[in-house]
């Protein structure tokens, strides 16, 4: 008498399924990986480092160039281990030819610290009338603020130079520190209307019925949250009003003269200058190195705002 064994019981779909895809991808789980990451990490570390020593370099050559003497700077090819001076930096100063560059730094750090400040008390309401509480055809006055940077600043410069004479402004720092803020407003407000329109729109609504006007919820609300946002638009209009020149050179002449245009002014054609150039670039370029480091954190913050939603 024959002996039946029972069959074995069939697989249900689902488990036949799990089976297949455990079987499928088993190997690519505890296999090694075709792509290392920490390779790539790796090899995008090396080239931005890279990249960052190719646009460091021509700074670089410039300190030091502004530490050789004049004959070691102007030598081809260039000299790398001249002797180290401090002969341009004396010269940049006044200690050898006796003018000092002290009243064109001071005239450049007020008209470039008072017109970002006039920038800011005028680009935060406009901002917050533009995203926050958003006026009517918001769009054609965003258009506008934008359309005054189209036209270039020398096809105004004649105008400028006219009504400047007639009022009696020339040489006058004042009257170049509202040029400044006029130029760099239009960007203020274009800035800060997308850092404001990142603001929730529930602490606004629970300030309100906390019984804070326009001014306590710009100062106690908006401010903080924006606070990246409004050091990233102070540090780029503060760049833009340092490094100006046409304007002052224009406008300005002894008494209000900014630090470009006294650079132009300090090299004469005659004899080797170009290690006095370079340390007189190195020493105006400080405020503005200063102030990004300064504020590197804010900025990098305030210039990804927005940027992944």
């Known amino acids: 008498m024959s002996t039946l064994t029972p069959a074995a019981p069939r697989k249900s779909g689902h488990a036949r399924s799990t089976s297949r895809a455990s079987s499928t991808t088993g190997p690519l789980r505890h296999g090694k990986s075709r792509m290392d990451p920490t390779r790539n990490n790796t090899a995008a570390g090396i080239a931005a480092w890279l990249l960052a020593l190719l646009f ?18 102007a030598t081809n090819p260039p000299s790398i281990a001249a002797n180290l001076t401090l002969d341009a930096y004396r010269e940049f100063f006044g200690e050898t030819s006796g003018v000092s560059p002290w009243p064109s730094l001071i005239n450049s750090a ?43 600043v020398v096809a105004a410069i004649l105008p400028l130079y006219l009504f400047a004479r007639t009022v009696g402004a020339l040489d006058n720092i004042w009257f170049l520190i509202l040029m400044y ?37 710009l100062r106690k609300i908006i401010a903080p949250v924006a606070m990246p946002g409004i050091a990233a ?32 002014g300090f090299v004469s054609g005659q004899g080797l200058f170009l290690a006095k150039v370079c340390a007189a670039a190195v020493v105006i370029s400080l405020p503005v190195l200063f102030a990004g480091f300064a504020a590197q954190d804010k900025l990098v913050q305030g210039l990804s705002l927005g940027a992944v939603k």
């Open 181 to 217: 803020t006029s130029m760099n407003l239009p960007i203020a407000v274009w800035m800060m209307r997308s850092f404001l329109a990142e603001v929730p729109v529930e602490m606004l609504e629970a300030a309100q019925i906390d019984g804070a006007n326009l001014l306590l919820t």
């Open 233 to 264: 638009t102070a540090l780029i209009c503060f760049i833009f009003s340092w490094n100006e020149l046409l304007l002052a050179r224009v406008l300005t002449g002894v008494v209000a003269g900014t630090a470009p245009v006294f650079l132009t």
């Open 56 to 73: 460091a370099a021509p700074v670089m050559w410039m300190i030091l160039t502004s530490f050789h003497s004049e004959t070691d700077a």
């Open 110 to 152: 007020t008209a470039s610290i008072l017109s970002t400040v006039l920038v800011l008390v005028l680009a935060i309401p406009a901002a917050y009338a533009l995203s926050i509480r958003p006026v009517k055809k918001w769009t054609d006055v965003m258009f506008f603020f934008l359309s005054t940077k189209m036209m270039p």
